[in-house]
């Protein structure tokens, strides 16, 4: 490109000395500087670089016809007038240096004053081109200004999108830009209002703040109402001034709809009053991107909104809840602690607790054993008397992903009900105690005191029976209240594992009539416990008759124990009929039966309720799992005696 303030240059490719020589005189006679070149290939190299302001060449060269030549050299320099030297009237290259454009020729005679002409004309020709091109240049830089401009703004809005979380701000913000981009006089958001079917005015720009809080538009006969039914962009141009609404007149305006996953939930629109057509393209292009922007805040916000309204619906439910809940991360650390569950274990009631190892916020021992007991073995339950009696059930879930929920229940009450409950049946089977007695002491005198017959015998035997059952179950009663009640405190150091020997070796007989294998895994020297010797006999037992009387013929008996730490951990392992999940909770409590027990099977569901009491009155913990189909498995553990 040659700018005015460079002097004009003229290239010249003329081979006939003659010609370059006239051709020079008049070009320089009209104030340009003269580049001569000999060859094709130096006005290539001349051409690459630059574009001189006029190119003097000969259709023939000593190397051939230029023509063909000369086309590409035209596509790159399209502004550079050339002035073509035809040697001879040739009609074929004439015809085809008219058809490249190329409007200068000249051709002997030469005449100097022709010859200027040509070249005059030829140069003011080559200086409007460029003065087009310039401008053409200049409309075009400004329109990629303006074009960068709007990009930018348009980024700047989507940052005011993602940051601000208020939709009024950001609402503003859309139509405010979509005022400035389109260089409009008014701007509005509007909305359909479900309840009313009408649409309001969201957001507003340039309007009064009057007029924006009682803008009403139904959704027939409208404009708006049009964009919202067809979902079609609506332009209005100043030829067709209309009244929209009453007190609305506009010059010209542009309306494109607001849509959400394929329906039209609103329209954004700008317009002029006073006169100044908005470009409709333009217009139409820059609302229709600030409409996503707007469907996108709109969205984020009701997202957010529900988001909010979700977590206080959960605060106030936890805050309410009659249960304590205390919710830890998979690092063990607090994330979450209602008001009870911090009431329940004293703490103060603030944030300070959040994010702290869970181990540090809970000082009852038997929490802490529940929460390190997580991913171990161990029992997800427990009974937790806190400071003043309360008595909590608590229960550890793993959470999958999250964590886990520590959940309390206060079961006082149903505490104090089952000790009523209990000393009511103390009491009562210790009453029955003598007059069972009594009634053994006579039947037993019958025979005694006169003949009986064979079927006297009988009754008599099934009598004593009877009441032998009795007398064993109201022992149970007596003793499970004794443990309860702890009285008969003795406490020696006791080899749980002479106790197992013993006992297994008591009930070999039993588990023989039903082809039952009993192993012991007992590992040699196991570390005693503080306990009482006569309740081990009782808690072992009881859990071997258990596995006993719920397996099948031909099945399976393990105990086993082992250390860990400081306790001893005792399992009973069946193959036999296992526990139903729904009865699982509840095998502790007296006098249960699993659903799938048959009601002739011996038993009262005394059992595993002085196995509880026992285990509970040496500190220790016991709990049962049965997986479907997988027998039974108690385990019992019970804190090591400290060696002295
Ligand atoms: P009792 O022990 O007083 O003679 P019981 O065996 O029915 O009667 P528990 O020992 O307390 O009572 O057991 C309660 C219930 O738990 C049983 O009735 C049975 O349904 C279930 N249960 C206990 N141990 C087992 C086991 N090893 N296999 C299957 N079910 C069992
Ligand atoms: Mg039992």
């Avoid at 830009?177 to 009313?196: H, I």
């Avoid at 809940?325 to 650390?333: A, G, K, P, S, T």
């Avoid at 009631?349 to 802490?368: A, K, M, Y």
């Avoid at 306790?567 to 036999?576: E, K, S």
């Amino acid at each position: 490109m040659t700018f005015n303030h460079t002097p004009p240059t003229a290239l010249l490719l003329l081979p006939d000395p003659v010609v370059e020589h006239l051709v020079k005189q008049v070009v320089t006679a009209s104030g340009c500087s003269v580049i001569t070149c000999t060859d094709r290939q130096s006005a290539s190299q001349y051409l690459a670089e630059r574009s001189p302001s006029l190119f003097v060449l000969a259709e023939r060269l000593p190397e051939g016809s230029t023509l063909d030549w000369l086309e590409p050299v035209l596509r790159r320099n399209p502004a550079m007038p050339v002035l073509f030297y035809m040697g001879k009237k040739e009609n074929a290259a004439q015809q085809r240096v008219l058809e490249m454009g190329l409007v200068f020729t000249f051709s002997p005679p030469l005449l100097y004053q022709e010859m200027q002409q040509r070249v005059t004309a030829a140069l003011r020709r080559g200086s409007q081109l460029q003065d087009w091109g310039q401008r053409h240049i200049r409309g075009n830089t400004d329109r990629l200004r303006q074009r960068l401009d709007e990009l930018e703004t348009m980024t700047r809005l989507g940052q005011t999108i993602t940051s601000t979380l208020n939709l009024d701000d950001v609402l503003r913000a859309i139509v405010e830009t979509a005022v400035d981009l389109t260089g409009s006089e008014e701007g509005s958001l509007l909305l359909m209002d479900t309840e009313t079917g009408e649409l309001y005015m969201r957001a507003g720009r340039n309007f009064q703040e009057d007029f924006v809080r009682t803008f009403r538009l139904p959704i027939t006969d409208t404009l708006a109402g049009s964009v919202l039914r067809s979902g079609q962009p609506v332009v209005l141009d100043q030829n067709t001034p209309q009244k929209i609404k009453t007190s609305y007149l506009v010059h010209s305006l542009v309306y494109v709809p607001l849509k959400l996953r394929g329906t039209v939930i609103g329209v954004l629109g700008v317009d002029n009053r006073t006169g100044g057509m908005l470009d409709p393209d333009r217009t139409i292009k820059v609302l229709l991107a600030l409409a996503e922007y707007a469907v996108i805040a709109l969205q984020n916000a009701g997202i957010f909104s529900d988001m909010m309204a979700e977590r206080n619906q959960l605060q106030a439910i936890l805050a309410n809840i009659q249960d304590g809940v205390l919710v830890i991360d998979l690092d063990e650390r607090l994330i979450l602690m209602n008001p009870l569950a911090s009431e329940a274990l004293g703490l103060e009631q603030n944030s300070s607790w959040l994010g702290r190892p869970i181990l540090d916020v809970l000082e009852p021992e038997p929490l802490r054993q529940l929460v390190g007991g997580i991913g171990k073995n161990n029992s997800n339950h427990v009974d937790w008397t806190a400071e003043g009696g309360r008595v909590w059930s608590v229960q550890l879930t793993p959470i999958p992903e999250v964590g886990a929920a520590i959940t309390m229940h206060d079961v006082s009450h149903l505490k104090k009900m089952d000790r009523i409950k209990s000393e009511f049946v103390h009491t009562v089977s210790h009453d029955l105690r003598s007059p069972l007695t009594a009634i053994l002491g006579y039947v037993e005198l019958i025979d005694r005191v006169g003949p009986v017959n064979e079927m006297q015998r009988n009754f008599i035997k099934r009598v004593q029976a009877s009441v032998q059952n009795i007398t064993r179950l109201v022992d149970d009663l007596v003793s499970l209240g004794q443990i309860e009640a702890s009285f008969d405190l003795s406490r020696e150091t006791v080899r749980m594992d002479q106790i197992a020997r013993f006992v297994a070796e008591e009930m070999v007989d039993e588990f023989h009539a039903m082809n039952q294998t009993l192993n012991l895994v007992i590992p040699n020297e196991l570390p005693a416990v503080l306990a009482d010797p006569l309740q081990m006999r009782q808690l072992v037992s009881h859990l071997l008759d258990n596995a006993h009387k719920y397996t099948p013929d031909g099945g399976t008996i393990t105990l086993a124990m082992e250390v860990d730490t400081n306790q001893l951990i005792l399992v009973v392992q069946d193959t036999g009929v296992g526990i139903p999940s729904l009865d699982l909770l509840y095998v502790f409590e007296k006098f249960y039966r699993g659903a799938n027990v048959s009601t002739e099977t011996s038993g009262t569901g005394l059992g595993l309720a002085i196995v509880k009491s026992i285990v509970e009155s040496h500190q220790g913990r016991v709990w049962v799992e049965s997986p479907p189909g997988g027998g039974t498995r108690v385990a019992v553990v019970l804190p090591l005696a400290r060696q002295s």
